[in-house]
């Protein structure tokens, strides 16, 4: 079936360290979203990546569609960055039908 | 800015009541979506309108029913408040595809208590 899994489940980092967040999904999409869910709840856009790099400040993804796999890379880490990360991927066949993958949940340590 | 607002940030009701979620957004999108998010189990939809007046099912609609009375507002309704009903809610916006859409954008949420 229709699948969206996260990678890892769980993250720690040291302030001031890189990491790289992976989505893989089992079918050909519409859209690819990444989000980042803060620890009130509130779940902000990161990145609308069906396809492609896009780079905003210290994130980057990176969605290759043929391979079905979406990267979010975050350098430079800040105690700021935790929370969960969520990829959320609306499939071609699945008409508006959003799925989210489990997330993964980050803390970074001052 | 796209902006979504929800009419609670925390809600406590009694089971057997009837509960009114509402959503509202600004930005003239066709979509709204309604999610709960519960621990181990993540955001699964519960439905989606896609115009006024129109609904979908999404994941686990039952003893849900939503609203679409008007294009900026989406009101999920639980007829019959339970105390599995007790979870975060989410609700989302974007625009129809047609005209540039897919990005979804998210309220600050409901936590929902049903005592």
């Known amino acids: 079936g229709i699948q969206v899994e996260q990678s890892p489940p769980d993250l720690i980092l040291q302030e001031g360290a890189n990491s790289t967040l992976r989505c893989n999904f089992s079918?050909?999409?519409?859209?690819l979203q990444w989000f980042h869910q803060n620890p009130w709840g509130q779940l902000i856009n990161l990145f609308y990546?069906?396809?492609g790099t896009k780079q905003n400040g210290r994130l980057s993804a990176t969605t290759v569609a043929t391979e079905r796999y979406s990267l979010l890379y975050i350098s430079s880490s800040q105690t700021t960055d935790s929370g969960v990360y969520f990829c959320?991927?609306?499939?071609?066949?699945?008409?508006?039908?959003?799925?989210f993958g489990a997330g993964t949940r980050l803390f970074v340590k001052a | 800015d796209v902006k979504v607002t929800q009419s609670s940030r925390y809600l406590v009701k009694r089971t057997g009541e009837k509960v009114f979620l509402e959503c509202v957004q600004d930005?003239?999108?066709?979509?709204m979506f309604w999610y709960r998010q519960d621990p181990g189990l993540g955001l699964r939809l519960i439905y989606f309108?896609?115009?006024?007046?129109?609904?979908e099912k999404g994941d686990i609609p039952e003893g849900y029913s939503v609203s679409r009375e008007k294009k900026e507002r989406f009101s999920l309704i639980l007829e019959s408040a339970s105390t599995n009903q007790t979870s975060m809610y989410l609700c989302?916006?974007?625009?129809?595809?047609?005209?540039?859409?897919?990005?979804?954008?998210f309220g600050p949420g409901t936590r929902l208590t049903v005592t």
């Open positions: 079918d050909s999409v519409n859209n």
């Open positions: 990546i069906p396809s």
């Open positions: 989302a916006s974007s625009l129809a595809p047609g005209r540039g859409g897919y990005e979804q954008y």
């Open positions: 930005m003239d999108h066709e979509n």
């Open positions: 309108s896609y115009d006024v007046k129109m609904k």
């Open positions: 959320a991927v609306e499939f071609n066949t699945g008409g508006f039908k959003t799925i």
